[in-house]
């Protein structure tokens, strides 16, 4: 194989590469990024793939190049059975990927920090307040502002910021919207925060990448960007009772809570106030209740074991 033609494959290599990471397809959601997130992470995602094909282009195309060169019947080539050591080859195998990890060991660095799901987005726009939980196996969605709830259904307006808290009302999950960015996960007891923006109107898909048992697979939901009068008609519509499941109060809760699984959309009309703090203390009461009582009956169990003494 010629230089030229070694030249000519690893372009074409690039090129493939190029064109897949370039795609719009459903298929690849993280490389069609519909807000600033998604389009950082697009951009990390492509810089660190190519950072890494400074390696592996070499490799396939010396494969090629080794092969064809020192096969049986080239006499030409060079033969040193005794060679075993070049200054230059250490350089270059050892060099090339100390720079490469530096390279991505600053990559990640800065990315991490400026991706911060704490860090709210600068934007002159108040952000749309959602309180995510995650229950088996659905989504359920609190609009503390607007006094309305959702399960399955997640709408805000397109170039507005959505203030995410998190937490989960069953096991560890994970809340993801591939084309907005950055996975975060929700657990019992506890609460994430996340902030994303969706820079055009559209229907994106959110999903649980967390296992979680049998309804895990179908565990997701829409997420709709809209125009700012489509969000405040469609908020004015599932505050309309005759609409809707009614108030989402603590026996609307419970049921719930009731393994399910595909579940469809449901709307509510009103709120219980500080339901989704409540979700999370409750299992913070359970955990210290039983702190407790483990605590009492391990010191009834040294008590019983300590010798009894004569008075």
Request: charged share 15%; with cysteine; glycine share 6%.
């Amino acid at each position: 194989m010629t230089r030229h033609a070694s030249s000519r494959l690893a372009g074409l290599i690039a090129l493939l590469a190029t064109s897949l990471l370039t795609g719009c397809s459903k298929h690849f959601a993280l490389l069609d990024p519909s807000g600033p997130i998604g389009a950082h992470e697009k951009w990390i995602i492509i810089v660190a793939f190519l950072l890494m094909l400074i390696v592996v282009i070499p490799v396939f195309a010396m494969t090629f190049l080794f092969a064809w060169k020192y096969r049986a019947s080239n006499k030409k080539a060079d033969y040193a059975p005794k060679w075993d050591h070049s200054g230059k080859i250490e350089a270059v195998v050892w060099t090339v990927p100390a720079l490469i990890i530096m390279a991505l060991g600053y990559l990640v660095w800065t990315g991490t920090h400026q991706l911060s799901p704490y860090q709210p987005l600068a934007t002159r726009d108040k952000p749309v307040k959602v309180e995510a939980v995650a229950m088996n196996w659905k989504w359920l969605f609190i609009y503390p502002d607007q006094h309305i709830a959702t399960v399955n259904q997640l709408v805000f307006p397109a170039h507005r910021p959505v203030s995410f808290r998190i937490t989960s009302d069953t096991v560890m999950t994970s809340f993801f919207i591939p084309r907005l960015g950055s996975q975060i996960y929700a657990m019992a007891g506890m609460q994430t925060k996340l902030h994303l923006l969706a820079d055009k109107p559209g229907t994106f898909t959110g999903r649980n990448f967390q296992f979680s048992g049998k309804g895990y697979a179908d565990m997701h939901f829409k997420a709709v960007a809209t125009t700012p009068g489509k969000f405040r008609a469609w908020v004015h519509r599932i505050k309309d009772a005759g609409q809707s499941k009614g108030a989402l109060n603590l026996t609307a809760l419970h049921r719930l809570e009731k393994p399910s699984d595909d579940e469809t959309v449901v709307h509510f009309s009103s709120v219980r106030p500080h339901l989704f703090d409540y979700i999370i203390h409750k299992y913070k009461a359970a955990k210290a209740a039983t702190q407790q009582a483990a605590k009492a009956a391990t010191q009834q169990a040294a008590k019983a074991a300590s010798p009894k003494t004569n008075a």
